[in-house]
T-cell receptor, first 114, second 116 residues
Framework: SQKIEQNSEALNIQEGKTATLTCNYT??????LQWYRQDPGRGPVFLLL?????KEKRKERLKVTFDTTLKQSLFHITASQPADSATYLC?????????????FGQGTTLQVKP | DAGVIQSPRHEVTEMGQEVTLRCKPI?????LFWYRQTMMRGLELLIY????????DSGMPEDRFSAKMPNASFSTLKIQPSEPRDSAVYFC??????????????FGQGTRLTVV
């Protein structure tokens, strides 16, 4: 069956360090993958999209990689700050290709300590 | 645009009652999604529409759940009769299609449903 897996345990790091979050998927062949941030009591907010032909994408302190062989995406936050504390979710297109069906992982909660 | 608008923000109802959640997507978006979020199961896709047509409702848990999209600017998710296990946060999201991929999904603030 199709599955998206993210670290279920919270990630605690010290301010200034790099946070690395993992998204693994099975039985999908996504053409692209998205990352979202969710704060308590709010809906997810889009951060980045990476396509299958892109190995890496950057936006300010964020970096995303996409390895279609390993079926994995890594999400990095460099020089982390307490304000980065939130839950981060990966999402990809489920079912057959080009369906628009957006499926989310469970999310990983990041806590950045000052 | 004011973004995706959901109502109500909070709903407390008694078991057995009908509950209707409402969503106004962003104008021009042709995809609309309904998700349910709980601690145990995360963000689950219930149903999604493309150009007002339901495409995949395989995530709808039971026949007690139904969704409609009568026009491009309005959708409802109905639970009848409601049960305590339906308690969750329900999100509506919308996005547009560009070529072979969807643009980012914009989420509403969610409706926190409590069934007692």
């Amino acid at each position: 069956s199709q599955k998206i897996e993210q670290n279920s345990e919270a990630l605690n790091i010290q301010e200034g360090k790099t946070a690395t979050l993992t998204c693994n998927y099975t039985n999908y062949s996504p053409a692209y993958l998205q990352w979202y941030r969710q704060d308590p009591g709010r809906g997810p907010v889009f951060l980045l999209l990476i396509r299958e032909n892109e190995k890496e994408k950057r936006k300010e302190r964020l970096k995303v990689t996409f390895d279609t062989t390993l079926k994995q995406s890594l999400f990095h936050i460099t020089a982390s700050q307490p304000a980065d504390s939130a839950t981060y979710l990966c999402a990809l297109e489920g079912g057959s290709s080009n369906t628009g069906k957006l499926i989310f992982g469970q999310g990983t909660t990041l806590q950045v300590k000052p | 645009d004011a973004g995706v608008i959901q109502s109500p923000r909070h709903e407390v109802t008694e078991m057995g009652q009908e509950v209707t959640l409402r969503c106004k997507p962003i104008s021009g978006h042709d995809y609309l999604f309904w998700y349910r979020q709980t601690m145990m199961r995360g963000l689950e896709l219930l149903i999604y529409f493309n150009n007002n047509v339901p495409i995949d409702d395989s995530g709808m848990p039971e026949d007690r759940f139904s969704a409609k999209m009568p026009n491009a600017s309005f959708s409802t998710l109905k639970i009848q009769p409601s049960e305590p296990r339906d308690s969750a946060v329900y999100f509506c999201a919308s996005s547009a299609r560009q070529g072979l991929e969807n643009t980012e999904a914009f989420f509403g603030q969610g409706t926190r449903l409590t069934v007692v």
